[in-house]
């Protein structure tokens, strides 16, 4: 029998899930509404299997987007993920989201959608947005080996100095990778549209999946990179400070 697995992808404002059959697309969802993943996600995995007329036990395997990326976005679907793989006693299988990224990239290369006469030595960078001039990102070569680690980097003029000095095509591609072309200038670079989606994930989840890497589903936590913060607004703190002065 063909292993089916289950994708879902949702640390960025699109929410998305994607059905492949041994790491190849069968399926495919996707909303950039940004703040309803939490409806979406359940909804989007009903139609993906009705699709193919599969039932949630036909499925091997789900396959998490693990991070870095939303905190919010990255709890829903990890929490969604997790519930299944209780239930149906099936293997959790997290995958790099950035990697997930480049790997559609790739894909989109190979069909035609980005363009490079220099492909063999480009550079693959994927950003994910975290606010301001902050990116997640990470560097990797074509075949997908990494050039970079993962890192949330802030981007000015002399970001990636060392990778662009050497003039081989650099592309930048993902939610925060369009800001970063107002400050980086250099003529190697090239901005593409490239967005995170669960097809990314589905052919390094079936490889995992071949390897036996799985997850310990009681103990997996998302990949935040960065702790999250809450911050009081101006205005309730104002408040406060009139109330107590008031006393």
């Known amino acids: 029998m063909k292993k089916i697995v289950l994708c879902i992808e949702t640390g960025t404002d699109i929410c998305s899930?994607?059905?492949?059959?041994?790491g190849e697309l069968i399926a495919l969802r996707e909303s950039r509404e940004g703040?309803?993943?939490?409806?979406?996600?359940?909804?989007?995995?009903?139609?993906?299997?009705?699709?193919?007329?599969?039932?949630?036990?036909?499925?091997?395997?789900v396959a998490i987007g693990r991070g870095p990326g939303s905190y919010t976005g990255l709890r829903i679907g990890t929490a969604f993920a997790k519930g299944l793989c209780y239930g149906l006693d099936i293997p959790l299988i997290a995958v790099d989201s950035l990697e997930a990224l480049a790997r559609i990239a790739v894909e989109d290369y190979e069909v035609g959608t980005i363009e490079s006469e220099e492909w063999g030595s480009a550079m693959l960078c994927p950003m994910i947005d975290a606010r301001r001039m902050e990116v997640f990102c990470s560097v990797y070569d074509i075949a997908l080996n990494t050039v970079s680690e993962v890192e949330a980097k802030i981007i000015d003029e002399s970001s990636f100095a060392d990778l662009l000095s050497g003039g081989k095509d650099f592309f930048i591609f993902g939610s925060g990778a369009k800001k970063c072309c107002?400050?980086?200038?250099?003529?190697?670079?090239?901005?593409v549209e490239v967005s995170p989606?669960?097809?990314?994930?589905?052919?390094?989840?079936y490889e995992k999946f071949e390897r036996g890497e799985f997850e310990d589903i009681a103990y997996f936590e998302p990949f935040y990179l960065k702790d999250f913060v809450v911050t009081k607004?101006?205005?309730?703190?104002?408040?406060?400070?009139?109330?107590?002065s008031n006393k």
């Open 233 to 244: 607004s101006k205005k309730n703190l104002l408040e406060a400070v009139a109330k107590s």
């Open 35 to 61: 703040h309803d993943h939490a409806r979406n996600v359940g909804v989007f995995v009903d139609e993906v299997l009705a699709e193919n007329n599969l039932r949630p036990e036909d499925l091997a395997a």
């Open 17 to 22: 899930v994607a059905l492949s059959e041994e």
């Open 197 to 205: 989606s669960a097809r990314g994930l589905c052919k390094a989840a």
């Open 182 to 191: 107002e400050v980086m200038t250099a003529p190697n670079l090239k901005y």
